[in-house]
């Protein structure tokens, strides 16, 4: 028995030292760098800014309702605003609405993609009495600008073409040639706008050494336990699937039940997906996160991410107690829609459900579907997909100067930063330049901000400013 227990002493000691001496190598993956010097940004940027949200350039699912007119006046007034981005570069149009400027550089073998959109998503009107300021009046408050599209994404789009604006009027010749990539419907899909413009890309063989879109950003607030600011850059995105749960029996008399309805049979089925959601993972993209996230923690958290091989249980355990951590470890699933039933006294004979599916990338589609069979369990339940889905496999290489560029660029922008790539969540028009080139990252220089897609969008006067400082270094240097 001292024989074991000695044995156990010996192991536990050595595993010990095995813990610490990973957490005591595992070395941070942030740089240093001189930080570059706030410019004087050109005068009227913010009034330029509050102008560009006046143009209601909503996109709809429904095409009809989208004001084309929105569109080109804004395309009109944007001439005016920048007249040297017009007058030096060449304004491809993409389908009417989409805007891709080419600014030829010394290299025209290795060019650079700047991303944004043009269109905003609709305010609700029961909303309107919670916002602070006309939704498109762009106007300020407290040192804010208030308006939809100030941060999604007409703040970078605007911020974009300051830095190239004052760029060309200090007759600066970048080394590669840069595009400015603006689509007109990355909130419905992004077909129309983006889509093309990779196309537009791909038909003339043209490969982008980098992609930069909206995505990630500086954030005081959202990485756990981290003590220091973040700037989180998307490196990939989830897929998108939407899937089709139907079941169809004899309805009847609202007095006279049979034992199981359509209802019944699909609230269960319902129940039982949510009872079983997809396994955790963590995988190439987060293990990524906490390669550069891990050494920047206190000790414990530290030595967790450090020794993955032992706490990744509990890591995984952590990670699913938020709706963010959880989103990055899984497959997640959303029940949006339910629909049965034309009358209150008539037991109807069918009933629909739309579950939409975030998934992690290299997801495969019939094993979605395997997984949803098995845990409903019941034939009555067809399953069918939607055609509008996505499954980015694009992950940029870490290893490239291309990240390495970035990193160094956001780390002159904020002292003491920590730069850490991140798998987004959500779907950008970037993912159609993933078909394309590897080198596709996700990051607007803004930090933490509010009102996405909500009541009270809006973006800080000096944080626009310093956004314009960051595109302006990032092209020049």
Known sequence: MKVFFNLVFALLLILICIILFNTFSFKSRQIEVAPNEFIDVRKGCISRLQESIKFKTISYDDASKIDSNQFLNFHAYLAT???????????????????????????????????????????????????????????????????????????????ILESVEMLIAENFVPENDIYLAFGHDEEVTGRNG?????????????????????GGMITNTKVPNLTKTAAVVGIAEK????????????????????????????AEAIVKIKQNPFPTELGEVVNSFMDYVGPELPFTNKMAMANRWLFSPLIKNIYSNSPAGNASIRTTQAFTIFQSGIKENLIPGEAHAKINLRTLPNT??????????????????????????????????LDDETFSHLQKTI??????????????????????????????FRF?????????????ERIAIQEYKEGITFYYYFLRK
């Open 194 to 214: 983006a889509k093309a413009i990779a196309a537009w890309f791909k038909q003339r063989n043209i490969i982008p050494k980098m992609v930069l879109d909206e």
């Open 364 to 397: 495969r589609e019939n094993e979605i579907i395997s997984h949803l069979k098995k845990a409903i369990g019941n034939d009555l339940v067809k399953i069918s997909v939607e055609g509008n889905k996505t499954d980015p496999k694009q992950v940029a290489n």
């Open 239 to 266: 897929g998108y699937l939407t899937v089709n749960l139907t079941t169809s029996i004899t309805g009847g008399h609202s007095s006279m039940p049979a034992k199981n309805t359509a209802i019944d049979i699909l």
């Open 81 to 159: 605003a920048f007249p040297l981005v017009f007058e030096k570069t060449n304004v491809i149009k993409i389908n009417k609405l989409g805007l891709l400027f080419h600014w030829k550089g010394k290299d025209s073998k290795n060019p650079i993609v700047l991303m944004a959109h043009q269109d905003v998503v609709p305010v609700e009107e029961s909303t309107l009495n919670n916002w602070k300021a006309d939704p498109f009046s762009g106007k300020i408050i407290d040192g804010y600008v208030y308006g939809r599209g100030t941060i999604d994404d007409k703040g970078s789009l605007m911020a």
């Open 444 to 456: 607007v220089p803004f930090t933490d901000l509010e009102g996405l897609h909500g009541v009270n």
């Open 411 to 440: 780390s002159a922008f904020k002292k003491d930063i920590v730069v850490a790539p991140f798998l987004m969540i959500g779907a950008t028009d970037s993912r159609y330049f993933g078909e394309i080139t590897q080198q596709v």
